[in-house]
């Protein structure tokens, strides 16, 4: 088992769940997440994130149709099609999202090399970006609760074999690697400019002091080629009745928007999971389809508030 793995689970079974970053939606799914570790085997069950892989006869026949039904958006992603093809078990969103962002890098003449992912739940997003800027610099920081990220470290070396990851910890000190995976009280240790961070509907299960945290981080890491892409759902209440807002928060009127729109791909999932009440279309009762909780909200920005940024 890699060393950096073996220091992430002595504090996942420590703390997995810090009290000051962790909101009720992981107050609630964080106690059905399993890590388990026995000698060097690890048994792990994901909850609240979620992605769909070695499926067969009928589900990968529903799947096709529930991403042909996003057509009208892949079909104008210039760079979808290849990346789509490096995606293999990885979740099909991802190869949405590093489309959008890959055509905005290639019309904007930019090359990102560090990015930081807030939140990436299993890790495929991560995945993916290693092996479609394969052969380059890259480095890669995954921000979530310790018994998360547990979850992309093994996503990282299954998909990327021979991977060098390391962790930044309270406490340890680490080398970088090109996957680092960051505790939340770490984030501050990030030396480096930061070119493009990702969040996706995750601000919306975080406590207010979370969401402002990462963005002061951000805008202390960011240039004037930096960017900022963000998707989450414009209202959401979490379990114990707090309301997190994408309006509340803290834009700046100073950020440079390139792209804010209703989401075109967080809108309808298909769940073969079969719930008491059934899901709606429409307001009617239909198999299998289900619309998320509320209209999710796109943004892509260059954080103001950086020296450099403030200097261009």
């Known amino acids: 088992m890699n060393e950096a793995l073996k220091s992430l689970l002595e504090v996942v079974e420590q703390d997995p769940l810090p009290e000051r970053h962790t909101s009720s939606h992981w107050k609630s799914y964080g106690s059905q997440i399993i890590v388990e570790r026995q000698g060097d085997r690890l048994t792990l069950r994901g909850a609240g994130f979620t992605a769909h892989s070695n499926l067969s006869g009928l589900a990968k026949l529903l799947f096709f149709m529930e991403r042909l039904s996003y057509w009208p958006v892949t079909r104008k992603l210039k760079s979808f099609s290849w990346i789509f093809r490096k995606t293999v078990s990885l979740a099909w969103s991802s190869a949405i999202v590093l489309s959008v962002l890959w055509d905005h890098f290639q019309e904007h003449r930019l090359q990102p090399r560090t990015f930081a992912l807030i939140g990436d739940g299993d890790g495929f997003l991560g995945a993916l970006i290693l092996r479609c800027f394969s052969g380059s610099e890259v480095r890669l920081y995954n921000m979530d609760l310790p018994k998360v990220l547990v979850f992309q470290a093994e996503t990282h070396f299954k998909a990327n074999p021979g991977i060098f990851l390391s962790v ?145």
Request: with cysteine.
């Open 168 to 312: 930044l910890l309270p406490g340890q000190e680490n080398p970088l690697g090109q996957v680092v995976l960051v505790h939340p009280d770490c984030i501050e240790r990030i030396s480096e400019k930061i070119d493009c961070a990702i969040n996706l509907v995750s601000m919306q299960e975080m406590k207010p002091s979370s969401v402002q945290a990462y963005f002061d981080f951000l805008r202390r890491r960011s240039g004037p080629s930096s960017r900022f892409y963000c998707i989450n759902r414009l209202r959401n209440e979490l379990p114990e009745g707090e309301i997190s807002s994408f309006t509340d928060y803290p834009w700046s009127e100073k950020d440079e928007i390139f792209l804010d729109t209703p989401c075109r791909y967080f809108r309808h999932f298909l769940d073969l999971t079969v719930y008491a009440k059934g899901p709606r279309l429409l307001g009617f009762r239909v198999p299998l389809i289900n619309y998320f909780d509320g209209p999710s909200w796109e943004r892509l920005v260059r954080l103001a508030g950086a020296p450099e940024a403030q200097t261009e």
